[in-house]
């Protein structure tokens, strides 16, 4: 049940970030005065947490239905969503050094969760 519910969690994180990446910020005609902020809304998205810890599966480890998810979220991405996951992976040190503690790159990982408690959670896929 905490895998699908972890799976559900990367499957929302994964979605929001493509999201919001492709919101782009209004272009300023020169000459202008800039814009003023907004004010914070009671809808407002809270901040994103901050990585407290890095926990890394192996797509292998997950139940035959939760890998079947993984899969089908993966392929909703593409390959320039995997691209820019890894990217932010590597720009990561503390992300970067558990990957490798554990003997892995940044290519091997497909997912990644962020819980509400800065929990990260990495799914890998070795080479085939």
Same mark, same amino acid.
């Given at each position: ?19 919001? /990446? *492709?919101?782009?910020? &209004?272009?300023? %005609? ?8 907004? =004010?914070?809304?009671?809808? $407002? ?29 993966? /392929? *909703?991405?593409?390959? &320039?969503?995997? %691209? ?8 990561? =040190?503390?992300?970067?050094? $558990? ?30």
């Amino acid at each position: 049940m905490r895998k699908t519910t972890l799976l559900a969690a990367a499957a929302t994180v994964m979605l929001a970030t493509a999201a919001s /990446a *492709q919101q782009q910020p &209004a272009q300023q %005609q020169p000459g202008q005065a800039p814009a003023a902020p907004a =004010p914070a809304t009671p809808n $407002a998205q809270p901040a994103v947490p901050t990585i407290q810890s890095v926990n890394i599966v192996d797509i292998t480890e997950l139940p035959k239905d939760t890998q079947t998810q993984v899969n089908q979220v993966i /392929a *909703q991405r593409g390959e &320039a969503g995997l %691209q820019k996951l890894r990217g932010s992976i590597d720009s990561t =040190p503390k992300v970067k050094s $558990a990957l490798e503690a554990k003997g892995l790159t940044s290519a091997q990982v497909i997912a990644a969760s962020l819980d509400n408690n800065g929990a990260l959670t990495l799914i890998t896929k070795k080479a085939s």
